[in-house]
């Protein structure tokens, strides 16, 4: 869906609908006042007699309202004026866009990016204002005779009032609609279920952005990966009936010289656990073992889209784990691209596995920074819950740099220490080192595992286990996380154009 941008007046916008806002309290704010003049004052009234209250989340809508030339207007609530912050700002967007969604509306007139928010101007609002629909009004219907959740409005306007907004709110709006696009991307694959979307699926699904999105795809298959000596990677792909494939995407904005960012995503299109298997519980979500990989499409789809001029590439390292008999066995060593040998102690840290070979073949391109993203742990989700994303990392800078992403997109991690304390947990007796630390901090031994195949650059590892999808129930489904924090850190490194 595309968002267009305009500086207008909300009284006389016809549309099917005009969405405002306001602030709790009797007073109309300044850019509302024009509505509530032309409606002879009735805004006021309404406010005054607690029709509308202005806290935070709620939606009214008025129809037919006199005086202004839309069908419908919609005041969304934004809480204390002067105490809103942009996280906050962002849900009572979404309460809006759901609002939208599950109505009549088609034709839809937003003037919230002028809402007051606590450090940050209305190229922030209008961003966020971008993504918050975006990613109420995704849905998963391919799958379903009848798709259900309402529906999304045909034709969407972000307004200013202020016409010196307009440029800031259309550079908001720009990278918002290319986060959120890149989000929808990463959630449908995730969402597709592993009898679809299996590894040959996904390099298809990438092989598309060389046209759509002018990226070089490349795909190795399980011969070459044999030729590049990937025994971890290939070992977990044994028990499968589908072959694994290893996805590099490349986006070209910067010189032929500079050095890619890599992005580095653990693509398990479904892990069982192989020999190790895991519980029956609540195993179809480990469909969404790919998120990472899923993430890292978002991230390549949104660099490319708002044509950043660096170079970042892409590599997804992708297959299953099942149990078979010719699957990987607790005990069994395996010789990894490094040369490293690793003793497979449980099947289900497959993840790691397939890591570690993408991460020694991410060296070639001499990257100047690299990124992995993995659901790697379930000790994660116990750790931070479901709000920040875990963050380790061999270079201080750059962990800084991912925190401050982490804020300013709204998709926080938080760093875990990755001291030598922790290396000892992987020792093995029979080879270079296992591929489980003990019971104790399983995310921390996990990216200590991962840090012995980085060593030759600046790397940091995201664990988004607990952020990258909502389990159980209605609201199951994948999140797009760490799609934005990703798309910041792109935006971040670029060089800024004059
Ligand atoms: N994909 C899982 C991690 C996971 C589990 C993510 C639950 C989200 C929710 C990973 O491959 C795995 O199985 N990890 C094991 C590691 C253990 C065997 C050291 C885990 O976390 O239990
Ligand atoms: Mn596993
Ligand atoms: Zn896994």
Redesign the pocket.
Known sequence: MKLSVKASTPDTQKAHCVVIGVYEGRTVPDFAKRVDDAMGGALKQRLAKGDITGKKNQVNVLYGPEGLACDRLMVVGFGKRHKLKLADYRKACRRAAEAIRNSACRDVFLWLPEVEVKQAGVEQTSRQLAEALLDAWYTFGELKSEPNGGKAPKRVTICVSDKRQLKKAQSGVREGQAIGNGMQVARRLADLPGNICTPSFLAGEARKLQRSHKLKVTVLDDKEMKKQGMGALLSVARGSRQLPKLIVMEHHGGKKSDAPIALVGKG?TF?A?GI?I?PAAGMD??K??MCGATSVFGAVIAASELNLPINVVGVIPSSE?LPDGNANKPGDIVTSMSGQTIEIL?T????RLILSDALTYTARFKPVTVIDIA???????IALGHYASGLMANNQRLADQLVKAGERSLDRVWQLPLWDDYQSSLDSNFADMAN??GRSA?TIT?GCFLSRYAKEFKWAHLDI??TAWQSGGKEKGATGRIVPLLSQYLIDSSPKRR
């Open positions: 398990l892990d656990g190790s895991k979500e480990m969404y073992d784990n449980n289900d840290a497959e993840g659901t790697l742990t379930g000790a994660c989700v489980i630390g399983g996990a286990a607990g």
